[in-house]
């Protein structure tokens, strides 16, 4: 069945570093990529998406890269911040939208 | 227009009480999903809309829930006979069509005791 695999589960970082989270999927017929931000207590929040048809997309301080042949998708952020922190969710899907399991994201000050 | 909303916000239940969940979509918006959230785990899919059809219906989702969305406008989620492995948050979300932003809302968090 379609699966999506998101690593690391928890992430500590200082603040100013960058924060790297990978994920991988398996239903090749997959062409939207989406990622959520979820504070707690509150619905996901989408960051930022890419189709794939595009490798690369950057918005400001985040970033995400696409590798189909390898069914891989990872999200950068740069100069993070304590206002970063939280869980970041991946997604792959076509008509429907499968998440990873989450990634805790901590911004040490 | 503000976004998704859900109501209520929270419900706690009695095992074996039926409960119902409203979503309100962005109006424009002709996919509906709902998702089913628990502690530390990513949203997990349980039905989809377009427009007032339902086009799919996850294995997670047992005869007890069923889902609707009569005009093509709001949903409601229903869950018969409550289990305590009900609990759970409810998340609903919107788009316009296929592959595009999906608005979540701040969900239902049901508690079944």
């Known amino acids: 069945g379609e699966n999506v695999e998101q690593h690391p589960s928890t992430l500590s970082v200082q603040e100013g570093d960058s924060a790297v989270i990978k994920c991988t999927y398996s239903?090749?017929?997959?062409?939207?990529f989406p990622w959520y931000k979820q504070e707690l207590g509150k619905g996901p929040q989408l960051i930022i998406d890419?189709?794939?048809?595009?490798g690369e997309k950057k918005d400001q301080r985040i970033a995400v890269t696409l590798n189909k042949t390898a069914k891989h998708f990872s999200l950068h952020i740069t100069e993070t911040q304590p206002e970063d922190s939280a869980v970041y969710f991946c997604a792959s899907g076509t008509y429907k939208y499968i998440f990873g399991t989450g990634t805790r994201l901590k911004v040490l000050a | 227009d503000t976004g998704v909303s859900q109501n209520p916000r929270h419900k706690i239940t009695k095992r074996g009480q039926n409960v119902t969940f409203r979503c309100d979509p962005i109006?424009?918006?002709?996919?509906l999903y709902w998702y089913r959230q628990t502690l530390g785990q990513g949203p997990e899919f349980l039905t989809y809309f377009q427009n007032e059809a339902q086009l799919e219906k996850s294995r997670l989702l047992s005869d007890r829930f069923s889902a609707e969305r009569p005009k093509g406008s709001f949903s409601t989620l229903e869950i018969q006979r409550t289990e305590q492995g009900d609990s759970a948050m409810y998340l609903c979300a919107s788009s316009f069509e296929v592959n595009t932003e999906a608005f979540f809302g701040q969900g239902t968090r049901l508690t079944v005791v």
């Open positions: 239903d090749s017929a997959s062409n939207y």
């Open positions: 890419i189709r794939s048809n595009v």
């Open positions: 109006s424009e918006h002709n996919r």
